[in-house]
């Protein structure tokens, strides 16, 4: 089993659906937990950036942290066409490399 | 949010020759530094982190003697890529922490490699 598993996609949705992305892992040490998105021919931008279990909300941005079930989740409400790009799930436990998952292409269509 | 910059963005250069990137954290003391490789649709690879004023750890892999780093300040991190062939053609990408705690990680605008 991966350390992070996502679904690599793709996925496309219509302009203003809410769009969910998922990671899971496996190691129970991981305590920090973040959001990139990252367009076609660019670095990774931090979107979200969540320690242990709970959830963050920023603007249409909400992320959520099951650590019980070793799940993360990035919700994106009222999804737009400049949301299209590739969401990188990424996570360690402090004092270790990041370690991410292999990303989820998402398609907003107006 | 915190800056890192990365230059250049766009580099061709001749089979055999060498390449240097830099990455700079424009508004915070970086730390420690990473450099990542990414192929098309595929997920960043970490290729090795540097500590300032300290050697880089490579991951397994990585051919330190073809890929130097230096990390010779706080904001400065440059990675090299030596006696370039074509198989070297990537998307390169650093990232800085402002921590010695590796998270809160933000990356540069990456870099892309043709060698022709």
């Known amino acids: 089993q991966k350390e992070v598993e996502q679904d690599p996609g793709p996925l496309s949705v219509p302009e203003g659906a809410i769009v969910s992305l998922n990671c899971t892992y496996s190691?129970?040490?991981?305590?920090?937990f973040m959001w990139y998105r990252q367009y076609s021919r660019k670095g990774p931008e931090l979107l979200m950036y969540t320690y242990s279990s709970g959830n963050k909300e920023d603007g249409r941005f909400t992320a959520q942290v099951d650590k019980s079930s070793k799940y993360i989740s990035l919700f994106i409400r009222d999804s737009q066409p400049s949301d299209s790009a590739t969401y990188l799930c990424?996570?360690?436990?402090?004092?270790?490399?990041?370690?991410f998952g292999k990303g989820t292409r998402l398609s907003v269509i107006a | 949010g915190a800056v890192v910059s990365q230059h250049p963005s766009w580099v061709i250069c001749k089979s055999g020759t060498s390449v240097k990137i830099e990455c700079r954290s424009l508004?915070?003391?970086?730390?420690?530094m990473f450099w990542y490789r990414q192929f098309p649709k595929q997920s960043l690879m970490l290729m090795a982190t540097s500590n300032e004023g300290s050697k880089a750890t490579y991951e397994q892999g990585v051919e330190k003697d073809k890929f130097l780093i230096n990390h010779a300040s706080l904001t400065l991190s440059t990675l090299t890529v030596t006696s370039a062939h074509p198989e070297d053609s990537s998307f390169y990408i650093c990232?800085?922490?402002?921590?010695?705690?590796?998270?809160?990680?933000?990356f540069g605008e990456g870099s892309w490699l043709t060698v022709v």
């Open positions: 990424a996570m360690n436990s402090g004092n270790t490399p990041l370690v």
């Open positions: 190691n129970s040490a991981f305590q920090y």
């Open positions: 990232s800085a922490s402002p921590g010695i705690y590796r998270n809160t990680i933000y």
């Open positions: 508004d915070f003391q970086a730390t420690t």
